[in-house]
Structure formats: structure tokens, C-alpha cells
């Protein structure tokens, strides 16, 4: 079983900066694809950016394309999401997710196995 607990979310103003970071279990953590996504109130969850095992390849959505860059320490078993120009409609629930197996959709979320609770990021006018 992995655990995926994420952190560093918080209350920012519009044009902030935030960092979130995702720690997992797991003795192959560093064999494991990761993603965020984020779910706003009264909104469908939708993909954020994801990175394969080795950060070799980094995908992002169109919406935080050159605001958000998702990094990874294997040594650490953590994955980092600093967030930049943070604006309002970046509000949202943040959560980590794992895919020990990889993806070959980075955007679906049934590719993911492991998810964390969620960490709260309000962008303020």
C-alpha cells in the first residue's frame, strides 16, 4: 500500500507564489509516475501536470503552462509543485496522486492508484 500525503497549501494573494510538496511510501517510489490535480467547488477534478519517474519528461496543462513546475526528489520520495502568478481562479483543492505503474494518459485519473486527502490553495483578489 502507498501513502500519498500532500502539503504547503494556504491562503495567497493573486500574483503569489506557493509551493506544494507530496511525500509517498513505498521502497520504489522512484519507479512511480506522479500527478497533480485539483478540484475547485462545484467543478470536476482536472489534471494539473504530472512527471514520469526519472523527470525526464513534464507534462502541464495548458492553464498553469509557465506559472507551475512540477520537480521530484527520489531520494526524498517527494514530489514538489511550485506554483507561480498564482491567480483566483487557481483555487482550489490540491491533491497528489501515484502510478506506480505509469501512465500512458497523464491526464486520466483512473491511471493513478494512490491518492493523498488534499491540500486547500485560495487565491485572493
Known amino acids: 500500500q502507498v501513502q500519498v500525503v500532500e502539503s504547503g497549501g494556504g491562503l495567497v494573494q493573486a500574483g503569489g507564489s506557493l509551493r506544494l510538496s507530496c511525500a509517498a511510501s513505498g521502497r520504489t517510489f522512484s519507479n512511480y509516475a506522479m500527478g497533480w490535480f485539483r478540484q475547485a467547488p462545484g467543478k470536476e477534478r482536472e489534471s494539473v501536470t504530472a512527471i514520469t519517474w526519472n523527470g525526464g519528461i513534464r507534462y502541464y496543462a495548458d492553464s498553469v503552462k509557465g506559472r507551475f513546475t512540477i520537480s521530484r526528489d527520489n531520494a526524498k520520495n517527494t514530489v514538489y509543485l511550485q506554483m507561480t502568478n498564482l491567480k483566483p481562479e487557481d483555487t482550489a483543492m490540491y491533491f497528489c496522486?501515484?502510478?506506480?505503474?505509469?501512465?500512458?494518459?497523464?491526464?486520466?485519473?483512473?491511471?493513478?492508484?494512490?491518492w493523498g486527502q488534499g491540500t486547500q490553495v485560495t487565491v485572493s483578489s
Open positions: 496522486a501515484a502510478a506506480p505503474r505509469g501512465f500512458s494518459r497523464w491526464t486520466a485519473s483512473d491511471q493513478y492508484d494512490y
